[in-house]
Nanobody, 115 residues
Framework: QVQLVQSGGGFAQAGGSLRLSCAASGMIFSHEAVLWYRQPPGQLRELVADISSSGTTYYSDSVKGRFTISRDNAKNTVYLQMNSLKVEDTAVYYC?????????WGQGTQVIVSS
């Protein structure tokens, strides 16, 4: 049974940092790309960053230079380090893996950034 379990997040002041984790089970994690999405209040879900099985990364323009995605295959975990947070980073964050042609999502983690 494939599961993605998220942790981290919470409250931060603008300029602060938070780290999100996404722990996977039920798959050969090291073979899979992992994506982080976010959904701000009242808006559509958007791609924030992703990391391929080989470690190649992508960042949206809105987070480039501030967020870092990384993976620890020994722990079956992907991280999203969020620095220099802005109020507009406030959203529910989701990790995502497409595995065996099925889309799997973490449970979502709230991030609230105050000014």
């Amino acid at each position: 049974q494939v599961q993605l379990v998220q942790s981290g997040g919470g409250f931060a002041q603008a300029g602060g940092s938070l780290r999100l984790s996404c722990a996977a089970s039920g798959m050969i994690f090291s073979h899979e790309a992992v994506l982080w999405y976010r959904q701000p209040p009242g808006q559509l879900r958007e791609l924030v960053a992703d990391i391929s099985s080989s470690g190649t990364t992508y960042y949206s323009d809105s987070v480039k230079g501030r967020f870092t995605i990384s993976r620890d295959n020994a722990k079956n975990t992907v991280y999203l380090q969020m620095n220099s947070l802005k109020v507009e980073d406030t959203a529910v964050y989701y990790c995502n893996v497409n595995y065996n042609w099925q889309n799997y999502w973490g449970q979502g983690t709230q991030v609230i950034v105050s000014s």
